[in-house]
């Protein structure tokens, strides 16, 4: 009996009528396999993976392998969006054993929950000397038959293997300026001169590390720093990779050029990415960042925003083409002869040149990926944008892209801080109130009233796994954030209520941080990852969260947490400073300060505007008037106005500057 439909999450449903006894991951799985004598199948992925749904095409909806899973397994699926504690923790078994990962994974496990045997996608039939789905299902019957005592052994000795990988901390003190010279210096033997970013192929936005750069520059003036971010900021936003119709960037690029993308959209991505370019845009004023931020805020708006005002996850990667085949990318390509279809001969040929469409082809049987290829010489804009209006029309016609809508909280707290920051920065009062009615709906929903942080919702309904560390940390970001855009105090409250559970349930000693929480359900390891990857780690995420919030507040905790969390930044960053990008950011915020602006004047006024605009790295903006100004906010404590105007106020490292009531004054005092 397939026992998912039940169910909330998006991938779990997609599974829900395959002829596979799925059991969704439970107690109650494990004292199955236990009682029948049987292994335990693990699969885990995601609503958005292409892979995924190859696989679960593949094998999962074929009755033959049905039928033989069923007979000798437990089936378990798992959504590695909702439970991303058990994804970590055998993703890490399967990377030590294999030495790669990815999704479908695909573990098998003792009942005890032990893994033994590991992969990610196995085909139908054996080929590039992968051994079939089936061939992999027999053996690994046949060791658990013939051998039980062998794989016994094995999967002890793994669980040994993680045991020991713990850390205990992440290095003696906070990063200083030799370890951020050294991760420079990595990051420059890594970047990609001719096409931007880090590294070959795939190559992934690297928006964390973009952060950091920014972050260096305005504190020291490194213009290398600068050239990188800005040169790959571009790169990215003229490729594959940024959809040049509707905004928003797919996941990554499969080429080191950003020709091609790996089409899915997730919200993590958007969400850093916009606020990088708005960033960037703070540092240049360049119109192409500005142009990218409110692009990428304007797709999360309209197609990732939900009935109940949250974001949803992700858009799939497949959609059905022109012949109903459900592949890959097939609502974002088009051919010249599609072109022609909706623009006529002339507008046609102008858009093929402009958009980078040949006749070959860049993606798959003659259809290319829209980009801006190279310098063509003056255009006509409102040519651009006629061209561009149309094919949008046209494209919106066509089947579109799954949208797995289930709310993660962390990654809505990035997308709360994106929002907040691009409505501030642009004059887009609408984007804050979009920011604030997902605010809204993290504490009304996912903190309820258990006032601990569910990890997802759907429909307005709280799932039933707990949040992790990166769920803590990046939903405080985005309430911090918002409390300095809106002069809102309250949600400065917010954030501070979850960093108290940051310190009590997630810290353990020695500056270490964990995944779980102290009372989370108990895997064969707690998961514990300092490492940056797709989104900021846990570990950064809420090291960046409780040294903003000393900020704000002046708590000696909160930033003694911080600093001891930063201690593994100084570790990693001088070695794989592509991995800890967000690390390396606080570290920026921590050598900087960071600034502590308080501005006892109106909300939205000349000098609160002035301070968000400030390059200062991290530095927190408190803004507020009236005599219970001081309650919202401990920085406006005693703050008052000189001469009877808006004054601002700017401190770092327990001394401050000479009040302010100038603008370019303030300016120059948070230029880095």
Partial sequence: ???????????????????????????????????????????????????????????????????????????????????????????????????????????????????????????????????????????????????????????????????????????????????????????????????????????FPPSMVVEFLLRHYARTGSEGALQMAADTCSAMARGGIYDQLGGGFARYSVDREWVVPHFEKMLYDNALLCRVYAHLWRTTGSDEARRIALETADFMVRELRTAEGGFASALDADSEDADGRH?????????????????????????????????????????????????????????????????????????????????????????????????????RPDLVERATEAADLLVRVHLGEVARLARTSKDGQAGDNAGVLEDYGDVAEGFLTLAAVTGEGAWLEFAGFLLDIVLEQFTGEGGQLYDTAHDAEQLIRRPQDPTDSATPSGWTAGAGALLSYAAYTGSEAHRTAAEGALGVVKALGPRVPRFVGWGLAVAEALLDGPREVAVAGPVGGELHRTALLGRAPGAVVAAGEGPGAGAEFPLLVDRPLVGGEPTAYVCRHFVCDAPTTDAGELAAKLGG
């Fill in 1 to 203: 009996m397939n026992r998912l439909a039940d169910e909330t999450s998006p991938y779990l449903l997609q599974h829900a009528d395959n002829p596979v006894d799925w059991w969704p991951w439970s107690p109650e799985a494990f004292a199955e396999a236990r009682e029948r004598g049987v292994p335990v199948l693990l699969s885990v992925g995601y609503s958005s993976c292409h892979w995924c749904h190859v696989m679960a095409h593949e094998s999962f909806e074929d009755e033959t392998v049905a039928t033989y899973l069923n007979a000798h397994f437990v089936p378990v699926k798992v959504d590695r969006e909702e439970r991303p504690d058990i994804d970590a923790v055998y993703m890490e078994a399967v990377q030590a054993a294999t030495g790669h990962g990815g999704w479908p994974m695909t573990v098998f496990l003792t009942p005890d929950a032990e893994p033994f045997y590991f992969g990610t996608y196995f085909p139908p039939e054996a080929r590039h000397g992968s051994p079939s789905f089936q061939q992999v299902l027999e053996g690994v019957v046949a060791a658990w038959t013939d051998r039980r005592e062998e794989v016994a052994e094995v999967a002890e000795r793994i669980v040994a293997d993680l045991a020991g990988r713990s850390l205990v901390h992440g290095g003696d003190g906070v990063p200083g300026e030799s370890e951020i010279a050294q991760a420079l210096l990595g990051l420059t033997r890594e970047y990609d001169e001719q096409h931007g970013g880090f590294g070959g192929a795939p190559k």
């Fill in 327 to 427: 592949v890959e990318g097939a609502y974002y390509v088009w051919t010249p002869a599609q072109l022609r279809e909706v623009l006529g001969e002339d507008d046609a040929a102008f858009a093929a040149a402009y958009f980078g469409v040949t006749e070959k082809g860049t993606f798959e049987e003659g259809a290319s990926v829209l980009r801006l290829p190279g310098d063509t010489g003056p255009v006509d804009a409102a040519r651009v944008a006629d061209v561009r209006g149309r094919l949008l029309a046209a494209r919106e016609e066509r089947p579109r892209p799954g949208l797995d809508d289930k709310v993660v909280a962390a990654w809505n707290g990035l997308a709360i801080a994106a929002l907040a920051e691009a409505g501030a920065y642009f004059d």
